[in-house]
């Protein structure tokens, strides 16, 4: 328990005054990260920022706590410290404005409180600062450290200044820059919010339900399941202590604890794990079992446990054998329909397309899910929607409970064309999400859009979930006649030309020109 000692102002005056907007609040958090460059890896940035907000976010509404119980007990600075008048405990000598005290070794100044603060909370926050290099003075030398600190102090962050709804969506925020920086490597823990939408819209979960993420990267499913329960009328707080996630990378799980709790979620459990070889939420011999499943699984993940698999204890294995060494993604929704409530479990998971139609192992699975039936829709989607692929993805829908008029059939979308083109990633667009819940909702046949497939048509084709096969793009009525192809096939011989003659024009400066025409034409 921290002692109670009259507190000192963490920020100074002007800092104070007033709430923050969303956009002031985004503005704030990109200039934090801006502090970084030079200093740190963009692809790292997310393992300093994150917990540096966190500390001040919490240290700011333990000192808000404060003062509202000081004020409610009559000056009792006593009362005031009581572990029941805060969210979480924060020793003494370790709150922000202690940190920021420090002139020198700041990093270990922080990484002190850090473990404090997370020994303090070991149910909520242990393990949730990270393992991030805050004493490496090469990446991060007192004056960075102290630039980035007094930075944060220019603003109260306490909930009075900023509710938890604004600072959920600015965290989001943060976590989407973070992701646009990096490219390649945040397709490890982010998915495009428009893709997450249209997973839980077609989940539909409702209040009470509980709902499980076995690869939950930042927490945005889990995020948008809240979002979605609110839009729809209902109470958030039905939900709490219904929300699971798992989470191999320590730094991914550490951020979406972050981001459950910087939306006011009080109750959720995320941990840290490899989800295929140690599932972290069972029962006994049995995997727990949940209402709504979704997750957006690390493509064709190899070495992930193929060996274990074979014998494994949670009888994953059983929904059609083990999938290959090189590729996990039958795993996964062998994992996830295990772990879906009999009867009535809803499952969405994203899959590389590939998954729809390879041979061997994988053909062996889709034949056994297929004959369950329990595969309700395959929507195909745009190439290049997520970060560090350009690959086409599809999103699987399974039911435990299929609706009568559904039983013995499956829904095939292909959105490939459902897209807005950017320079170096395509998205969806709020229309085209709107469009491929419309077809899957509606669950009809639309010409170049939808098709109902039978479970026989589907075993006419050795089980191939390939969409093509059973639903093309529209005919949008363009064609290219010859003369089009000639005229195309002329300018760009031209083009070739022309960048042939001004490179050997270059060369030519340097004396190159023979040499290169004689390389060239080898």
């Known amino acids: 328990m921290a002692v ?16 923050l907007s969303l956009s002031e609040l985004e503005q704030y958090l990109a200039r934090a990260a801006d502090l970084l460059r030079g200093s740190i890896d963009q692809a790292d940035f997310k393992a300093y920022i994150f917990p540096l907000m966190f500390f001040k976010r919490i240290s700011d509404v333990y000192m808000e706590e404060f003062d509202q119980a000081l004020e409610e007990s009559g000056g009792d600075y006593e009362f005031a410290a009581f572990a029941e008048n805060h969210r979480f405990a924060i020793p003494d000598g370790n709150q922000w404005d202690d940190v920021r005290g420090h002139a020198e070794n700041i990093g270990t100044a922080l990484q002190t ?16 600062f990270g393992n991030a290099s805050w004493t490496n003075r090469d990446k991060l030398p007192d004056r960075k450290l102290a630039d980035l600190i007094e930075h944060f102090s220019t603003r109260t962050l306490s909930n009075d200044a900023v509710p938890p709804d604004v600072f959920g969506n600015a965290y989001e925020y943060l976590i989407k820059r973070f992701a646009d920086q990096s490219n390649k490597k945040a397709g490890e823990y982010y998915t495009p919010r428009s893709v997450v939408g249209l997973l839980i819209n077609i989940l539909d979960p409702q209040e009470g339900e509980s709902v499980y993420d076995p690869a939950c990267g930042t927490g945005g499913m889990l995020i948008e399941v809240i979002e979605h329960v609110k839009a729809a009328g209902g109470s958030p707080k039905t939900l709490w202590g219904k929300l699971y996630g798992q989470e191999r990378v320590l730094a991914t799980s550490a951020i979406a604890r972050m981001n459950l709790l910087l939306h006011g979620i009080e109750d959720f459990k995320i941990v840290r794990e490899d989800t295929l070889r140690n599932p972290a939420f069972y029962t006994g011999n049995h995997l727990a079992r949940f209402d709504c499943v979704v997750a957006n699984p690390p493509f064709s993940l190899k070495n992930w446990g193929e060996t274990e698999w074979g014998s494994d204890r949670w009888g994953r294995n059983t929904l059609g054998g083990v999938p290959p060494k090189g590729y996990a993604d039958w795993a996964w929704v062998e994992h996830m329909l295990t772990s879906a409530r009999p009867g009535s479990g809803r499952v969405a998971v994203v899959l590389p397309q590939g998954a729809l139609f390879r041979q061997g192992a994988e053909t062996r699975i889709r034949t056994h899910i297929l004959g369950a039936d329990v595969v309700d829709a395959v929507i195909g989607l745009a190439p290049n929607l997520f970060y560090g692929t350009g690959l086409a993805a599809c999103v699987l829908i399974l039911r435990l409970g299929k609706p009568a008029k559904q039983r013995g059939k499956v829904l095939f979308i292909n959105g490939e064309k459902l897209f807005k083109r950017g320079r170096n990633q395509n998205t969806l667009e709020p229309e085209h999400a709107q469009q491929l819940l419309d077809a899957y909702r509606s669950y009809v046949e639309i010409d170049g859009l939808a098709h109902v497939a039978t479970l026989d048509e589907i075993a006419g084709n050795d089980h191939n979930l390939n969409i093509p096969l059973y639903v093309a793009p529209a005919n949008t009525g363009e064609k290219l006649t010859l003369a089009d192809a000639l005229a195309n096939l002329d300018a760009a011989h031209a083009n070739t030309s022309k960048t042939r003659a001004a490179l050997e024009a270059e060369l030519a400066k340097w004396g190159l020109g023979q040499q290169s025409g004689r390389e060239m034409s080898a």
Not at 5 to 19: I, K, T
């Open 4 to 19: 109670a000692v009259e507190p000192s102002p963490v920020q100074e005056p002007s800092a104070a005054a007033g709430r």
């Open 113 to 128: 409180a850090f473990r404090e603060i997370e020994k303090a909370n070991p149910e909520t926050l242990y393990g949730i």
